[in-house]
């Protein structure tokens, strides 16, 4: 059993179980979104490949002319645009399964809990509650900005520079008097295998490309992907947790998978008084700290038998738990509909 996985169990206490289902959703979203959005260059490669072996045809000699540039440029256009609303697509899928996905940890604490003590909470408006926190936590992930661009700038941009991409490779195609059907296969090949492979079977476009076509060209939309999906999930577990009576506090769990040290082992060292790397409510740090961010969020709640015993004391005198007594008040009575819905001592 990996270190991660114990702290993850030891920070969750009784309610690993739930921890752990949210890991494994998030890890089963990880590793399904690299071959998707893969697959979106590969198809659109593919597409393009396709428009130039019909010029072949019409061609007598099979070499690219300057006149198809024009028809090409229109294709590439079109791809563009069709990447774009393919890879929004999935980013919108992405962000909205990896948030719900996180939340679910601290729904079912809470409804168990409510449950047990069997106060007057309905679990079935528990349930409505955080999918209306869940909303909110999408809406902020697609208002976020970086260096002053929103998620969807991001996604055009990666587009935009896919068009150049292939547009690069073809003017070169047609500089050197390279046939149509060789240049689709080319393009093909490097969407596909990356650009090191081009070096070999097509030395002399390498050459006069110097180095101005990334080596994978997916790579740049690939680590957005993660990122802008990494923090959704974290997005979620925060809102989810500032909701619950019960939370303490955001255990941030060093990943395995952690070759060097960076600000991720500063993060997970810090004490607050909670223990190594446990923030309290309100002080949760950035999350990711950096792109690519394996590390793991995990809730911190209040251990199952003391919570149901103050639910119980609730229950019969809502003035001698005035906490959850608030809780009730601002937020299960509210629904989730404050811009700023959190628990609060």
């Known amino acids: 059993m990996s270190d991660e996985i114990q702290q993850i169990k030891d920070a969750a206490g009784e309610y690993k179980r739930w921890a752990l289902e949210a890991r494994k959703k998030y890890i089963e979203l ?17 597409r393009i490949a396709r428009r130039l072996k019909e010029i072949q045809t019409k061609t007598v000699s099979g070499r690219l002319m300057l006149r198809h540039l024009q028809e090409l440029e229109m294709q590439l256009r079109n791809e563009e645009n069709r990447f774009v609303q393919d890879f929004s697509k999935k980013m919108e899928e992405y962000i909205e399964e990896a948030v719900n996905a996180s939340a679910g940890y601290s729904q079912e ?25 869940n909303r909110q ?37 047609v500089a050197i008097g390279q046939d149509a059907v ?54 979620g577990t925060i809102a989810a947790a500032r909701v619950s009576p019960s939370y303490k506090g955001m255990k941030w769990v060093l990943s395995k998978s952690h070759p060097v ?55 019969d005198n809502p003035a001698s738990e005035p906490k959850i007594e608030k809780w009730y008040q601002n937020i299960y009575r509210q629904g989730g509909v404050n811009s700023d819905l959190r628990y609060r001592d």
């Open 30 to 46: 990880r590793l399904r979104q690299d071959p998707e959005i893969r697959s979106l260059y590969i198809r659109a490669a593919d």
């Open 109 to 133: 604490v809470l409804i168990e809990a409510v449950k047990e003590a069997e106060t007057r909470l309905e679990p079935g408006l528990i349930r409505e509650l955080f999918a209306r926190v």
């Open 137 to 173: 936590a999408v809406e902020a992930c697609w208002a976020r900005t970086k260096k002053g661009l929103y998620l969807s700038d991001r996604i055009w941009q990666k587009g935009e520079d896919f068009r150049n991409t292939m547009r690069d490779l073809i003017q070169e195609a």
């Open 182 to 235: 060789k240049t689709a296969r080319m393009l093909q090949q490097y969407v596909r295998q990356g650009a090191q492979t081009l070096a070999k079977d097509y030395p002399n476009m390498m050459e006069r490309m110097n180095g101005r076509i990334p080596g994978d060209v997916c790579y740049a939309a690939l680590r957005l992907a993660r990122t802008e999906m990494t923090a959704a999930f974290g997005e």
């Open 261 to 315: 040290t960076d600000i991720c082992d500063t993060l997970a060292s810090a004490d607050y008084g909670l223990g190594p790397g446990v923030y309290p409510p309100g002080e949760e740090p950035p999350y990711p700290a950096h792109p690519n961010e394996l590390c793991h969020l995990v809730p911190v709640h209040e251990q199952p038998e003391d919570f149901v015993q103050r639910l119980k004391r609730w229950k």
